[in-house]
């Protein structure tokens, strides 16, 4: 009986060169499967299903992750702010996780003896890959045919049409990956220091030219409302907010990072929805939240993103930090309001019961409620005084 391989299938060049070399030259009985995480349509779904089925696979499973994908990871994204180098939602590295879990559970489903993906030698994706498979599936054979034999581009175009297949082999001027938490755009301006992504390059153009104000209704650090519109998961909403900001041109950048293997790199960015919610769930915290509560979620959360960004979803202490995100959302609800522009959005408030700025303890810069002078004036005496006694001493030592 021929050995089963579990290719993760993109329908792209690689995974498509992955399935014919490793059933025609390693004689390997191929099952493809594609991991929907809210980047591709009914449309496009059929047609990576009909790829792979022209490319001569046993079987070929598609499976949509979108919701279990914001469950597992993209809401801790959210409780936590998380934007890698204060710019980045880590659109594709977070789905990357969801999307080779998905792979080694249908793996282990098969019992294949190998899984195989498409990932090159010079990116973060072979990594990201590589760890879950080691824990999740140990000892099943991971290949990695563009990594391991170092091909190039047209040496894979030319192995394929050597077999007869037909498809499209012209390279799209920029490298586009599309996902529910925002879409990557890499191209000859992103290959260097230098360079922002022209108009035309960004997969959803500006269309809105007037302004528009937005009320996103978060329950618990969760959308669940826009404007009057509620939506049964957070899924919807994020999808919803896309389609009415995304247009305005909001959340497009450049960002500077570096890899897994200690390079520099550089890929631009659209998440209108993601920097958005991030922005506006961000206001509310900070009115409902105490000050420590949001220092030690800060600290918490860049070292989750960070972890998460290099492939680590796995470790345990993730699920520790994901239990604190959580139970620091108990008192983040209300209404935020946000004003979009072409190419920019302003939060204008918030609107919460547990607002801790509330009128009845005082207002900043003018009255107080709460204390008298006399409470303050003592408070800072006691509150400044070892630094006092640090310098009295020190001057004491300086006049011996």
Request: charged share 25%.
């Amino acid at each position: 009986m021929k050995k089963k391989v579990v290719v993760a299938f993109s329908g792209g060049l690689d995974t498509s060169y992955c399935v014919k070399y490793l059933s025609d030259d390693r004689g390997f009985e191929v099952h493809t499967i594609t991991v929907n995480t809210g980047g591709f349509d009914a449309d496009e779904v059929k047609s990576i299903e009909q790829r792979a089925k022209n490319l001569g696979v046993a079987s070929h499973k598609t499976v949509d992750e979108t919701k279990n994908y914001y469950d597992k990871v993209i809401r801790y994204l959210i409780y936590g702010n998380v934007l890698k180098n204060n710019t980045y939602p880590l659109s594709v590295s977070a789905e990357r996780m969801s999307q080779a879990l998905a792979t080694a559970n249908y793996a282990k489903e098969l019992k294949a003896d190998a899984v195989a993906h498409g990932s090159t030698g010079a990116g973060n994706d072979q990594v990201r890959f590589d760890m879950i498979f080691h824990v999740l599936i140990p000892g099943v054979e991971i290949i990695t045919p563009i990594r391991d034999l170092k091909l190039s581009r047209e040496e894979e175009i030319n192995y394929l049409k050597a077999k007869g297949i037909q498809m499209n082999f012209e390279k799209a001027m920029y490298s586009i990956n599309k996902g529910i938490w925002g879409t990557s755009v890499g191209g000859k301006e992103t290959l260097k220091s230098m360079g922002m992504l022209p108009e035309s390059a960004w997969p959803t153009q500006v269309t809105k030219s007037n302004s528009e104000e937005v009320t996103l209704y978060f329950e618990k650090g969760e959308l669940k409302r826009i404007n009057q519109e509620n939506f049964s998961h957070p899924v919807e909403a994020i999808q919803a907010l896309q389609k009415i900001a995304g247009p305005y041109g909001v959340g497009r950048d450049i960002h500077v990072g570096d890899t897994i293997i200690g390079i520099k790199g550089r890929v631009g960015f659209e998440a209108a929805a993601p920097m958005v919610v991030i922005k506006a769930h961000h206001a509310l915290e900070k009115h409902v939240l105490t000050k420590w509560q949001l220092s030690w979620k800060d600290q918490l959360a860049q070292f989750y993103g960070n972890w998460l960004h290099e492939g680590q979803y796995l470790d345990p202490v993730m699920r520790d930090i994901e239990a604190y995100l959580s139970s620091t959302q108990q008192q983040v609800t209300g209404e935020v309001k946000i004003q979009l522009y072409p190419y920019r959005f302003q939060v204008l408030g918030i609107d919460s019961t547990n607002d801790l700025m509330s009128s009845k303890f005082g207002k900043y810069g003018e009255m107080n409620l709460g204390w008298t002078g006399d409470d303050v004036r003592g408070f800072s005496k006691i509150f400044g005084n070892q630094t006092m006694i640090y310098h009295q001493v020190r001057e004491d030592g300086a006049k011996s």
